[in-house]
């Protein structure tokens, strides 16, 4: 008797890039998968806005034990530190299922590419930014990412704590021309 293979989407709420969504879920997931005879995967996606902006990642999984096979993916991402938001969803005949994992946190830092002073954009240096937040979080951060859109360049961090993110980095934030006008937000 032939195993039926159901295709799942593991639809992850994070905001990273194609290459960091590999290195962190999609190479491990693959490789795990293989290793306990659950299925494979099939490829990723990323969904954005209109603007650009990445909304949320994605991992397209073919599952041959459905039983074990998906709370095994959903323990394995959020293991992985998925943040919370995440889901995978699949189908079992006419039923859609949403199965939601995730225990990971997310700030947005949203910082103002033209509303500051020109002086301000000479002056200072994103670089700087990203020193000083990796510096200040240490090993309170899982993984970042970033996305540049036309008026403003956005900071993503991950983690255990948004809240001990966000305390972390309002010292800086207060003080560094270029965090003049951020926003901050929580996005996960």
């Given amino acids: 008797m032939e195993k039926k293979i159901v295709t799942a989407y593991a ?12 290195k962190l879920f999609e190479g491990p ?15 990723g996606g990323t969904l954005q806005s209109k603007s650009g902006e990445i ?5 397209d999984v073919d599952l041959f034990d459905l039983e074990n096979g998906v709370p095994f993916v959903c323990k394995f991402l959020a293991d992985r530190l998925a943040p ?12 859609k299922i949403e199965v939601p994992f995730g225990e990971a946190e997310g700030v947005a830092v949203y910082l103002n590419g033209t509303e500051l002073p020109a ?13 000083t937040f990796n510096r200040l979080l240490g090993n309170r951060v899982a993984y970042k990412g970033y996305w540049r859109g036309p008026t403003e360049t ?3 961090i ?15 934030l207060a003080e560094y021309p270029l965090c003049q006008r951020a926003r901050v937000e929580q996005i996960a």
Wanted: neutral net charge; proline residues 3%; charged residues 25%.
């Fill in 158 to 172: 991950y983690g255990r704590s948004a809240a001990r993110i966000r305390e972390a980095i309002a010292p800086f």
């Fill in 154 to 156: 956005a900071l993503y």
């Fill in 11 to 22: 639809q992850i709420n994070a905001r990273i890039m194609p290459i960091a969504r590999g």
């Fill in 55 to 59: 909304v949320y990642c994605g991992i």
């Fill in 84 to 95: 919370k938001g995440s889901k995978l969803c699949y189908r079992v005949g006419e039923e």
């Fill in 29 to 43: 997931l693959e490789e795990a998968l293989q290793a306990n005879g659950f299925g494979e995967v099939g490829g």
């Fill in 119 to 131: 002086e301000v954009y000479k002056s200072s240096d994103i670089n700087v930014v990203i020193d």
